[in-house]
């Protein structure tokens, strides 16, 4: 039976080399060398590496590409980013924010980005934000899986009606419980709503995302809380905590008995390299703190960590285009990872980690997955991550959605060479 789709040549993160992966009716049917089958299209992949997408498991889809709006964060800073939003949330009507957010999807596809993990804000009793996205979701449901987490940004107990409002999100179709524990009142406030929204996960079936310990504090123990409620409350592999940033601050003896807690938890963990380096270590003079979690130390232990993207355009994050290898090489630099090894966990950390937090079906380059893929214009992950690769070709469920030309640049310089492909400098 002839393939839909015969991509022939090409290279895979696990190092396979020159593979021809068939597709038909929406699922990779089989991934060999020399494939002798006809096809109604075919595709040289040669010199490329093809990809599962690009997976975003942090995103705040509620304020992206709100820039500017209503003024420019000046300092950069954290807090000057939350007073703006503050400003920003009376003016917010569901079609700008339908308006964004289906924007940034079409900016995310071009980069292979088919699917995000977003936190939305529920302190707003209009919950408004919530049936955009949830409006958003289904409309880009062909292209992009968008899954939304019900996010209690000002605070679980120190916002009036987070709680019924969450619970009301949850009802809506939110399917994750988020948190903010380092932006209660006290530890104690913080430790509390770990334990109360694990609970409500746990009584609902769902999986936990927090943004846990955001912070420079060494003596913050949020994720130690979180990390014994998942035992607790019996949420093993469902639970993620995302930044973690006070564990850079941490005392040593200290971290050395909470990642091993952590991996028993069964824990996943999200750093945010990008806003972890811009954010963190505000307060410090010199030498000024880089401010992201351990993470070549947790995934040395086992646990899942994946890279995510946080923000882009918005009151905390004026940069940013859904390219989530410009996320990985962040996160390579910060945390050192420059050994082989290290940076090929890097390309994992935004694509089959974060698959894995999403709890995604069907994900992968193998006979039975979905043909959800990524053509890059590099020969393999290291590559990818350096040169930002160009997205060739993005195809969902078999069918092309988004494609880029290959453009080598074309040099005028008398006496040497008239074009550069960026792969053979
Ligand atoms: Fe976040």
Same mark, same amino acid.
């Given at each position: ?8 040549? %090409?290279?895979?993160?696990? #190092? ?9 009716? /929406?699922? %990779? ?11 109604? @299209? ?25 820039? $500017? ?6 300092? #950069? ?19 700008? %924010? ?29 919950? &408004? ?6 409006? @958003?979701?289904?409309?880009?449901? +062909? ?8 996010? +209690? ?11 019924? !409002? ?12 988020? $948190? ?9 406030? #913080?430790?509390?709503? =770990? ?28 994720? /130690? ?36 807690? *952590?991996? /028993? ?10 806003? !972890?380096?811009? %954010? ?15 993470? +070549? ?32 090489? *962040?996160?390579?630099? =910060? ?7 290290? *940076?090929?966990?890097? &390309? ?18 193998? +006979? ?50 008239? /074009? ?6």
């Amino acid at each position: 039976m002839p393939f839909d789709h015969l991509i022939q040549n %090409i290279n895979l993160p696990d #190092g396979t080399e020159g593979v021809d992966v068939g597709i038909r009716e /929406e699922k %990779i049917i089989a991934v060999e060398k020399n494939l002798d089958a006809e096809a109604s @299209v075919t595709t040289d992949g040669s010199n490329c590496m093809l990809s599962p997408p690009f997976v975003d498991s942090h995103f705040h889809m509620d304020a992206t590409l709100s820039l $500017g709006l209503p003024r420019l964060n000046q300092s #950069g800073t954290l807090l000057e980013g939350i007073q703006l939003w503050g400003e920003l949330k009376p003016d917010l009507t569901q079609e700008a %924010i339908k308006d964004r957010a289906l924007r940034y999807c079409d900016l995310a596809v071009s980069q292979g980005l088919l699917a995000i993990r977003s936190h939305v804000d529920v302190c707003d009793s209009r919950l &408004f934000a919530v049936e955009a996205l949830l409006d @958003v979701q289904n409309q880009v449901k +062909p292209y992009l899986d968008l899954q939304l987490v019900a996010f +209690p940004q000002d605070g679980f107990s120190r916002s009036e009606n987070a709680e019924t !409002n969450l619970l009301k999100a949850l009802d809506l179709g939110a399917e994750i419980v988020g $948190g903010i524990t380092h932006f209660e009142r006290t530890m104690e406030d #913080g430790r509390r709503s =770990v334990d109360a929204l694990c609970r409500i996960a746990a009584e609902r079936g769902l999986m936990v995302d927090m943004h846990c310990d955001e912070s420079d504090d060494p003596m913050s123990r949020h994720v /130690e809380s979180l990390a014994s409620a998942t035992l607790r409350f019996g949420l093993q592999g469902r639970v993620t905590g995302s930044h973690l940033t006070s564990m850079h601050s941490m005392d040593n003896y200290y971290v050395s008995k909470l990642i091993p807690l *952590m991996a /028993e938890s069964g824990m996943h963990a999200i750093a945010n390299p990008l806003i !972890n380096i811009t %954010i963190q270590g505000r307060q410090d003079v010199y030498p000024k703190r880089r401010g992201m979690t351990r993470v +070549p130390e947790l995934m040395s232990a086992g646990i899942n960590v994946a890279f995510g993207h946080d923000c882009v355009m918005d009151p905390w994050y004026p940069l940013g285009s859904a390219d989530m290898l410009e996320v990985a090489s *962040m996160g390579l630099h =910060v945390a050192q990872m420059t050994g082989v090894e290290a *940076m090929k966990s890097c &390309f994992q950390a935004v694509t089959a980690n974060a698959a894995c937090i999403m709890n995604l079906e069907g994900y992968g380059i193998k +006979p039975g997955c979905n043909a959800d893929l990524v053509l890059l214009e590099a020969r393999d992950p290291i590559e990818a991550i350096r040169l930002k690769a160009k997205r060739l070709m993005v195809m969902r469920r078999g069918k092309v959605i988004a494609e880029t030309p290959s453009s080598p640049c074309s040099l005028n310089l008398e006496t040497r060479r008239s /074009e550069l492909d960026r792969r053979f400098v």
